[in-house]
Structures are given as C-alpha cells and as structure tokens.
C-alpha cells in the first residue's frame, strides 16, 4: 500500500471517533515511529511504498487507536519538557501543564541557589514516570533529588526513564498515606539491604530536611469522571487518578503535614492541584501555617499549581 493510500484509510477509519486534526497528528507519529518519516516526507513522498511488515505494524496501532488507546502508550513513549519519558499502562502520561510547574521550580530556586552553596535536596512524591524529579535534574546537576511511589510498575518505568536520560534519581517504594516520615536515605538502605558496619557518618538520620518537596498527586474527584475523555478514562492507572469525593484533599493534607516536618529553612513546597479545588487547598495550607501561599494558572486558564512556604 502507498502512504497517501493509508493516510486516506486511517482518516476513514477514524473519522467517527476523533477529530481531523487529532487524525492527522496520531498519522504523522506513526510513519515517525515505524517508517522513519517526517511530515515533510509526506509531501515529499506521497507514493511511498510500504511494506507488507510496516503495514501491519500501522494496522495494529490503528486497531488500538479505535479502542481510544493514547498514542503514547502505543508508541511506548513521550516527549516532556525537552526530554523522552518511557510511558506505559502503569503510569500517567505526563501533561504539559506540569511542564509548567517544573519551570515554575526552577524559576523560584534560581535567586535562592546564588545564597546557598550546598546543593538542593529535593523530593518529588508520586513520581510515576519520573518526569518532574528527572527534568529538574538535568537542569540541576549538583542537586540531591529523590522520588516516591506507591506502585512498584510506575517506579520500574521511572528508573528507566532516568537511565534513559543520564541522571542520578533515588527512587523509593513507599505508601505516602502511609508514611510519618519522608526519609528515603533510610528507606535506600532498608530496601537495598546494605549489610556493613554502621557508623556515625552513615546512620540515617530522622530529620531529613528538603529545600523543595513537589507533588502532583491524585486529584480528580469520582464525581468528575464525567468530564474525562474515554482514552484517559479506560486507560491510564486510575490509582494516579482519582480521589473519593468526599475527601479529595486527602494526599494535600497528608503531604502538608509531612512537609512541615521536612521542610528546611525557607523551603519550598509546590503542589499540582485539582482546577477546582484551589480555593480549598489554599485554605487548607493558610491553616497548617504555611505562608507566601500563591496559586497560579495554567496555559489554559484554569488554577493548577500551587507555591507555599513555613
């Protein structure tokens, strides 16, 4: 079949369920991702001969795109703020309005890292795909960050993901509902096993201070399902999701009164939140003490991070 042949096809068979420009955009990441051809090439090439191997590798992303399967997940990956991110059905497929809060980060650390000259620790929780502690490596190399979650597949992906882009993350298993604590050092050497004679300079210690904690943790309400799109709904993990109704500020609240505990001197505390409930998370903070509380928008106009401080 030739590349115009199966342009037409897959827009036929499509048609009904996506719009055009959606089309038009999951065809130009397959002939990427199996043929090897850019947008350009398509002009370029229209009669393109593609081969019976590289047709039915197209047909069976086709097939899945029918069953509102999302692209990232059948290419097996992304792209996010500049850097390719592994993606699965364990893990949530990064958004660009969290690209928005790692710039945000970084903005907000630069003026603070010219006062400090030991590095930052950092500590993302619910990392998923990694993609907020990784990005903020690569932009902060001298910097100790390490992640958390609670799912042993999204961590699988996550450590991947930091391999793929060259950076030193410490990943650790842990329940943050769970938790009275956030020190992974000791965590590191509990889940590692490390058998060697314990001395002053390397016993954990139980107040493990972090100049930044960053969390984009389950937000959206039962209630709100239906506003979600079936090809998130039927597929991403809906534990990195979805949140009872009746208490949609659980992991806020919880990681709020951690961060108290482990936030250092004027360390900072960055939330992505639930577009609806910014009023509520503000408040929520404004109560357990934290100060210099901003909420700010995202690129779609809708309250979607949160900055606060001790």
Known sequence: MRLNQFKEYFKEQL???????????????????YLGLQRIDFTLQPNFEI??????????????????????YIIGHTEFYGLPFKVNQNTLIP????????????????DRRQEIEDEFNILDIGTGTGCIPISLKQHLPNDNVSAIDVSDEALKVAKQNAELNKTNINFIF????????????????????????????????????????????????????AEIKNNVLKNEPHLALFVEDDNPLIFYIKIA???????????LLFFEINQYLG??????LQEKGFTNIELRKDLFGNDRMIKASL
Do not use: C
């Open 15 to 33: 048609s009904s369920i996506y719009p055009q420009t959606e089309i038009d955009t999951f065809f130009f990441y397959l002939i990427e991702e």
């Open 257 to 267: 009164d951690l961060a108290k505990k482990h936030l250092s001197k004027n360390g």
């Open 95 to 110: 958004r660009p309005e969290t690209e928005e809060l790692v710039e945000w980060i970084l903005f907000e650390t630069k």
């Open 279 to 284: 009023a509520e998370t503000v408040t929520m």
């Open 51 to 72: 081969t019976s191997e590289k047709e039915e590798l197209l047909n069976n992303a086709l097939d899945r795109l029918k069953k509102e399967e999302p692209i990232q």
């Open 174 to 225: 842990k329940d943050i509902l769970k938790a009275d604590n956030l020190n992974v050092i000791a965590n590191k050497m509990k889940q590692s096993h490390i058998n060697e004679e314990i001395t002053s300079s390397n016993i954990p210690r139980n107040d493990e201070k972090y100049d930044v904690i960053v969390s984009n943790p389950p937000y959206v309400r039962n209630l709100e399902k």
